[in-house]
């Protein structure tokens, strides 16, 4: 039993340490590499997060339609953190976009 907690006790810090090191790389990497680990549903839910911060609903397109299909749990999520934070549109966000 002590030797299966030993091994996998390597293997969760390894595992720690190679996550960290790839963030880190990523992070300070130029922005035309960070776009490209940006997942598709990024700016959907910046969108939807943008969108109930400032009308209380979820909508997409500022109010027009009322949408659904989403994890709850991270759209409040970044809905407060952009409420909080109320973030200017920079030029990484325009890179995004194209």
């Known amino acids: ?3 299966f907690f030993y091994f996998w006790s ?3 810090l390894l595992t720690i340490v190679n ?3 790839f963030d880190l790389l990523i992070f300070f ?8 680990f940006a997942p598709d549903d990024m700016y959907y839910y910046l969108q939807l997060a943008k ?3 400032k009308f209380g609903q979820w909508t997409f397109d500022s109010g027009v339609s009322i949408t659904t299909g989403f994890h709850p749990l991270l759209a409040y999520l970044l809905a407060l953190l952009y409420s909080v ?3 200017a549109l920079d030029r ?3 890179t995004m976009l194209g």
């Not at 990497?29 to 490209?36: A, F, H």
């Open 29 to 36: 990497s130029p922005e035309n590499i960070q776009v490209q």
């Open 10 to 12: 390597i293997v969760s």
């Open 85 to 87: 934070f109320q973030p």
């Open 51 to 53: 969108n109930f911060a």
């Open 19 to 21: 996550l960290l090191v």
């Open 92 to 94: 990484s966000f325009c």
């Open 1 to 3: 039993m002590k030797k």
